[in-house]
DNA sequence: AATGAATGAGCGTTCATTCAT
DNA sequence: TATGAATGAACGCTCATTCAT
């Protein structure tokens, strides 16, 4: 957590050492991410660096938390109580949320792409493990609910969907920043049936 | 690519270093991974090893053209001419392959993995990109031939659908790792399955 | 010399903080007791530390001087008037006052031997060696009384002495901390013994 | 140990690296002690002295080895088979001993110094600890050995006695350095007839 | 071709002290 | 007087690469 101090300095210098360590998070890898580099280029002494944060990875957490909480704001009524709602509402509206959020903040998605991505690193693990166990538990238990109330094929294995719908929800998100002349709500419509009917004929 | 010198010396020798350098870039992502490591560990001058490699990236390049050419000789040993067999037949192949490769070879799969999941960062990119879009392009062909041999549905979108086998394949493995109790066959079949008919009642 | 602010504070306050420092520079040397440290544990303003101090030396110093003062206090309230007092019995008492007080104030002492062991480093030095003269030309003075009064061997080098008694009654100190199972009563005694009669047959 | 690079450059150059670090050691205390001054006074780059050296304490650990070398050349020249001789004979040698490296070897002696005395410190204490209880032991065999023969009386506590030694033999030293003015043979006899017939008269 | 020493930029972090409020 | 933010020099150490032999 950033010191009390970060919080109390000018709001422009603050909004300035943000964006310069979310460019220097997105650009490189957690160990490669220069100290050195952000304090230059925000154009703040080394020292008032560490009066401000812990350490690199007190910011590099603080950033993450920031992404971690624009991304909530997307989070729309269906999504925040998810079992409540039809099971592929739930998933549409997931889908949309996720592409707006890439298309509004693809900084932010940058680093939020390589925090999911970078499985193997510790510092990634430490932070992603936990949110991905949850991730996929509150998955399955969506699954396991969309099977009792009927909605889904009772023979589906609920931990191997759980992990594609995972892996599905960011792929699509890829392939809508690599496809910008697709439309989204088609997009998320074609995603959503693929899911439901497959692609059989 | 490797300086000729390389390629000249004892094959045992390079055998050893190749076998570092994949155990390097298994434990650290590009960056921290440490010539002086490789060079330490398979007893090498470091000298000699610009004698073999223009830089760290060369040798880098080179262990992941390794890796995808045992990768290849898997799947070309046992996926001929995809074209001729049936849709999902391809697939299942395609995943027991996957999987089969990636319990035989971790190390290998492990710098696999990294190279997918790593996107963003300048080399893998470099690296990565030209792949995936051969991979996602032959998915694509796959997918439409399917269309007109009847086997899929004509109403997806084949880009989209692409990109969604194309996540699946890789989620897939990353399943089977983690869940090593489930049986591989069984993994197999639901995945099909999921794909074939999605996971609607 | 603290400034005044310093006796003017809480007195609580005030020997807090000078607990604190006692800690610090009884586990690290004076370059690496650290003022951060300090006023972290005190629980005080960085800012307040300067007004109640020069700097870091000055703070050191008036540890010293409060180590000093304990010491005397002990030694005055116990040896009044030595040269009205038979030369042995002073150093028996000597002995015995330093040994109490190394058992009372462990980390006192252990400032004090910091101090007298590092006789190189420029602070201590410079403290120390007024305060080490003194004790010699004390030592000095009493050893010439106590050939004066016949107590001891006329032939005997006066300055050499003073050293090995200065340096005795440190070890004394070493050895029965050292060897907490001898009876200090018993440890006194064998020094004086040696001191008196050497150790030949 | 340093590296076997250190040991194949030019000897000037060696000489002058081991000069400074002498002299930076003996200037200040361990931590203190900056490698970034070795190298700037010795004008090597810092990759440099990396080759040479592990680290800062293998730098110590070296320059401590010279000195305990160059202060063994002395001693077995002078003290061997210290059971062989007369006890009172021993100690008259290795203060000689002790003295004559002082006057040869004054930045030497000033580290040896420092070593003795920062007990406390890990790094010495890591060095020196082993050492201080050999000396100790060795001393008190020596001691017990002497009351065997009859040169020493019964009586005296050998624990105490070693210790007793250990320290004065450090203090004359000390005392030497002092008073250069003083005769060293006679300082010596007068310490060696102080240990053996104690000061009463 | 083989070697391994030379190089210096770069790293994250701590520090005692100053200074503006 | 009290505060705590600002400061930048300094720390030990690692690195990929170059170069002389």
Redesign the interface.
């Known amino acids: 957590m950033p010191k009390n101090t970060f919080y109390n300095i000018n709001p422009e210098k603050r909004k300035r050492i943000i964006n310069i360590a979310i460019k220097e998070f997105?650009d490189s890898?957690y160990?490669?991410a220069s100290i050195n580099n952000i304090i230059k280029n925000a154009g703040i002494p080394k020292g008032s660096f560490y009066q401000y944060f812990e350490n690199k990875k007190d910011l590099f957490e603080y950033i993450i938390g920031l992404v971690r909480k624009e991304k909530l704001n997307y989070v729309t009524e269906r999504v925040r109580n998810p079992k409540e709602y039809r099971f592929?509402e739930v998933i549409h509206d997931m889908s949309n949320i996720a592409l707006t959020f890439a298309e509004n903040h693809p900084e932010l998605q940058?680093i939020s792409?390589?925090l999911v991505?970078?499985?193997?690193?510790d510092i990634y693990k430490e932070i992603l493990s936990k949110n991905r166990e949850i991730a996929l538990s509150e998955y399955r238990e969506l699954?396991e609910l969309?099977i009792t109330k009927?909605?889904?094929?009772?023979?589906?294995?609920s931990?191997?969907?759980a992990?594609?719908i995972?892996?599905?929800n960011?792929?699509?998100v890829?392939?809508y920043i690599e496809?910008p002349n697709?439309n989204k709500e088609?997009?998320i419509n074609?995603?959503v049936?693929?899911?439901?009917?497959?692609?059989?004929?």
């Open positions: 997105k890898h160990e490669n592929f940058a792409e390589k991505q970078d499985r193997d690193h699954i969309g009927g909605e889904l094929d009772s023979n589906i294995n931990y191997l969907t992990h594609m995972y892996s599905y960011r792929e699509i890829t392939f496809n697709f088609e997009v074609d995603y049936s693929l899911l439901q009917y497959g692609i059989a004929k």
